[in-house]
């Protein structure tokens, strides 16, 4: 087991969540699954209580504990992208199985997890600060989806 590791609430679709992520992301996998012993506010006895997995490369751990709890924007897994084709299967994947779209490459998924789905070319420029920084954000800004020939174009000037 991580010595750091994120957890999760979800009300009781864990193991699905894990599921999902696992398939979609590349260094990415479905851990241990462990079972309640009783019943709990949040499920019965024999539900998964804890799923264990990994999200490109970071241990989670997603706890079924019922509608206590809520997810916000103040958490967000960012996902870097190398180009359009990536982040489009990315984005689609949330956004087309449940989940929704956002700005400035935000998606939720149908979990309430949020994404940042962004292409290296805006970090990239953002990094570079200045003129540039301020023409990547400027594009951005209106986007959804990051467009990256868009990006790309603002960095050209």
């Not at 997810?71 to 359009?84: C, G, K």
Request: hydrophobic fraction near 40%; charge should be negative.
């Amino acid at each position: 087991m991580s010595k750091n590791t994120v957890c999760l609430w979800y009300e009781r679709h864990a193991e699905e969540a894990a599921r999902f992520y696992a398939g979609l992301f590349p260094d990415s996998s479905l851990g241990a699954i462990c079972r309640a012993p009783s019943d709990y506010p949040g499920g019965k006895a024999g539900d998964p209580l804890t799923v264990a997995f990994v999200v490109a490369g970071i241990p989670c751990i997603g706890i079924n504990g019922g509608t206590r709890f809520t997810h916000s924007e103040a958490f967000s897994f960012q996902i870097a992208t190398e180009d359009q084709e990536e982040t489009d299967r990315y984005w689609n994947a949330i956004v087309n199985n449940g989940g929704f779209e956002s700005h400035c490459g935000w998606c939720k998924d149908r979990w309430g997890i949020n994404w940042q789905i962004t292409p290296r070319v805006l970090t990239e420029a953002m990094a570079q600060g200045g003129d540039v920084a301020k023409r990547a954000f400027a594009a951005m800004m209106p986007m959804r989806k990051i467009d990256v020939a868009a990006i790309e174009a603002a960095v050209r000037g």
